[in-house]
């Protein structure tokens, strides 16, 4: 068959993403019609640059979840290879297309015969799973001791912010070069750093619901045992694998059986989940910090005080939602630096398997023959480029939103 | 600061010493199929078995360093087996100079650290070059006019420039100028570089990371100029009827400048992450090649001169900025 010409790879490419274009009509449409009674998210389709980037990252993440998932977009297996196909050019069509399938790979084959354009969309799928909850456990940790340095201030807050500064003055490549490396997997070391930093967003939601409900018993007894009883679960599946926390050659910590264990992780997917969140958390910490020592000036926090409400109380119902506004800014900004960061460990060819078809590994491998075929690492970096230009005018879209009023 | 610097350095330590490093280390030495039995031999005759407080000591130069005989000879940390007795050094670390040897380059550390950081200046003072002077000149014309096409443009240029990290618009710039597919304008390869850097091979890593690095500053510059075209002493040179031109480059600049040069020193850090991408993508073999490889190889004295250099040169960046920070701004300096 005859290779497809530009237009028809545009055409056939759109009519692929089809699932994505409708799902991004179904969140628009009564977005913009219903816009005025959605508070700050409706605010953000007045501004074209929010929109824009609304629409960029949106476009990624129904992407991934209807690619990764569900399967559906994708017009090969990320995986397979295909033989005749190392290195074509966009729009070449398959040498003896099987019964069902597509018969071209429509932006090209990479270096080892694979469909580029289906691996872009897998690649998505990574990146949306690992990069938000990456940086929301980043910033429960932050959070969680953010908020008393500022707050309390003295001795903790010198020590905290002690090791915050220890940590950035680290570069980040370095870093992820003595931490994410199979050796280290064998140690044991991001196990422990799992144990740590998993436990916060229990810690977080336990005081922050014990601090609101403490004057009423009733309530807050069943209410913090449900809560505890489902992250405690949840934490627990989470940092064991194979029935143990912790298990090196040497010696192994049992954790949850594999009978009630809900979900094991990779080893090499945990260690990079885990050092982004390390890398990202006292960034996060600095940022609460300031918020909290500036507004714990204001006026309703002396009122608080006068009321007799508990420090708890008064930095998570009184403070927090007071500093929502930058949180909110960072936590979009920085979900693109996480996605930046997850890119890098790819590029280096740390920690996910070489074959693994995200955006960072990709591009590593399309690098070596760049100067040759241009195709299997463009694609990517174009779209990672696209997502994260996409978070930061998402980001710059509420700044400008929130600051109007 | 000191305390600081110690404390990471002995976490980098800490970590290239553990045990699966070690081994990896010694079958890269050795060889791939050494048994546990071999491996364990090997370490324990080059002193890497030491507990690891006493190893951090002789590493810093305040314990003595190790001395083994081994099968009849005498080796030690501070001499080989070719010097003779008398000259035979207790002490060899940090302190006395003596940064070590390193595994995958067989030459003294000292050397290629300082060969490398060469190369790595020379990278870094044409990035400057072009960067500082670009952001400097997008951030004030975007903060003259607050609001206007101009600002709205070059705002969403630079939050462009900040979303493309190095490795992502270094492959488009070599798909673009250096490739088959694209114009062959540029070297793809910075190999050359090293040597004699000249237009063709040197441009591409250098507005690589100067891209990167320019967007932030932009935006610092383009809030702070904004600031301060809102204050009264501009007003007042408006109403007086100072030209436009005159009020942004005599009364505005100056002290819209503070604030982007904290940005600036602290923004060296940053581009050390630039700098060990590009410098990987363009085979360009200065300071962050080196991190690299001997990160890669678990070359622990080599890793821990890099790690030395970078903190020192992330810390002594934030002393820079705090006093440059001072010096700029007489409000500060006269109270």
């Not at chain 2, 904290?262 to 590009?278: E, S």
């Amino acid at each position: 068959m005859e290779p497809l010409t530009w237009g028809e790879i545009f055409l056939r490419v759109m009519q692929q993403l089809m699932p994505v274009w409708i799902a991004l009509i179904v969140v628009f449409a009564p977005s913009l019609a219903f816009k005025r009674r959605l508070g700050l998210y409706g605010k953000l389709f007045d501004s074209t640059i929010g929109m824009i980037g609304f629409a960029l990252v949106m476009f990624w993440v129904f992407a991934g979840v209807l690619g990764g998932p569900l399967d559906m977009i994708v017009t090969h297996d990320p995986l397979s290879q295909i033989s005749g196909m190392k290195n074509k050019p966009p729009g070449t069509a398959l040498r003896r297309p099987d019964e069902g399938q597509y018969a071209y790979f429509l932006l090209g084959g990479d270096n080892l015969a694979r469909d580029v354009f289906s691996r872009v969309i897998k690649g998505a799928w990574i990146v949306v799973q690992i990069a938000p909850l990456a940086t929301l456990f980043a910033f429960m940790v932050g959070i969680t001791l953010g908020l008393p340095a500022g707050y309390y201030g003295g001795r903790l807050d010198t020590v905290l912010s002690f090791l915050a500064n220890l940590i950035l003055a680290f570069p980040v490549i370095l870093l992820f070069y003595l931490l994410v490396t199979p050796e280290i997997v064998l140690t044991g070391i991001p196990n422990y750093m799992a144990l740590f930093l998993f436990i916060f967003p229990l810690v977080f939601a336990t005081i922050l619901l014990n601090s609101r409900y403490h004057t009423q018993p009733k309530l807050r007894t069943p209410l913090l045992a449900c809560v505890i009883g489902v992250l405690g679960w949840l934490y627990l599946s989470l940092v064991s694998t194979g029935g143990a926390v912790v298990a090196t050659p040497g010696y192994r910590i049992p954790g949850l059986p594999g009978a009630i264990d809900l979900f094991d992780i990779d080893p090499g997917i945990l260690v990079v989940f885990v050092s982004v969140v390390f890398v990202n958390s006292p960034t996060v910490f600095r940022i609460v910090r300031g918020l909290a020592m500036d507004i714990k000036t204001r006026d309703y926090v002396s009122a608080a005080q006068t009321r007799g409400e508990g420090p708890w109380y008064i930095m998570l119902w009184e403070i927090l939602p007071n500093a929502r506004g930058p949180l909110i800014v960072d936590f979009c900004l920085r979900i693109g630096y996480t996605t930046i960061l997850l890119g890098t460990l790819g590029f280096f060819g740390l920690g996910l398997a070489s074959e693994s078809p995200d955006w960072g590994t990709t591009i590593n491998s399309g690098r070596q023959l760049l100067r040759a075929y241009v195709h299997p690492a463009v694609v990517p970096a174009v779209a990672l480029m696209t997502m994260v230009l996409g978070l930061n005018l998402l980001a710059d879209g509420l700044r400008e939103e929130s600051l109007r009023d | 600061m000191l305390l600081t610097a110690l404390c990471l350095t002995f976490i980098v330590f800490w970590l290239t010493n553990l045990y699966p490093n070690l081994e990896k280390l010694a079958k890269t030495q050795g060889n791939f199929r050494m048994s546990d039995e071999a491996v364990a031999s090997y370490l324990d005759k080059n002193g890497y078995l030491e507990p690891m407080p006493v190893k951090f000591g002789q590493w810093l130069g305040v314990l003595p360093g190790w001395v083994k005989e081994v099968d009849g000879e005498l080796r030690g940390k501070c001499f080989d087996t070719l010097t003779p007795e008398a000259e035979h050094a207790t002490f060899c670390g940090v302190l006395q100079n003596d940064w070590g040897f390193s595994t995958v380059f067989k030459s003294d550390v000292s050397a290629i650290v300082a060969e490398r950081l060469g190369l790595t200046g020379k990278l870094m003072f044409f990035v400057m070059l072009v960067m500082v002077p670009m952001a400097l000149i997008v951030g004030v014309l975007a903060g003259m006019r607050e609001g206007s096409k101009l600002d709205r443009s070059l705002s969403t240029f630079s939050i462009a420039s900040t979303a493309t990290p190095e490795y992502v618009s270094g492959v488009i710039f070599i798909a673009v100028f250096a490739s088959s597919a694209g114009w062959k304008i540029f070297n793809g390869s910075a190999t050359s570089a090293m040597e004699d850097a000249n237009f063709v091979n040197f441009t591409l890593p250098v507005v690589t990371i100067a891209l990167y690095g320019m967007g932030y500053i932009a935006r610092m510059t383009r809030a702070s100029m904004t600031e301060v075209m809102t204050a009264q002493y501009i007003r007042t040179a408006r109403l007086k009827g100072v030209s436009f031109g005159n009020i942004v480059l005599k009364h505005a600049l100056r002290n819209a400048l503070i604030a982007p040069f904290t940005v600036i020193m602290l923004q060296f850090p940053w581009l050390l992450n630039g700098v060990v991408i590009v410098e990987t993508l363009f085979n360009y073999k200065g300071f962050g090649w080196v991190l690299v490889q001997a990160a890669g190889n678990n070359d622990i004295e080599l890793l821990l001169a890099v790690s030395v250099v970078s903190v020192i040169v992330v810390l002594v960046t934030q002393l820079i900025s705090d006093i440059g920070y001072v010096y700029l701004n007489p409000r500060i300096r006269i109270s």
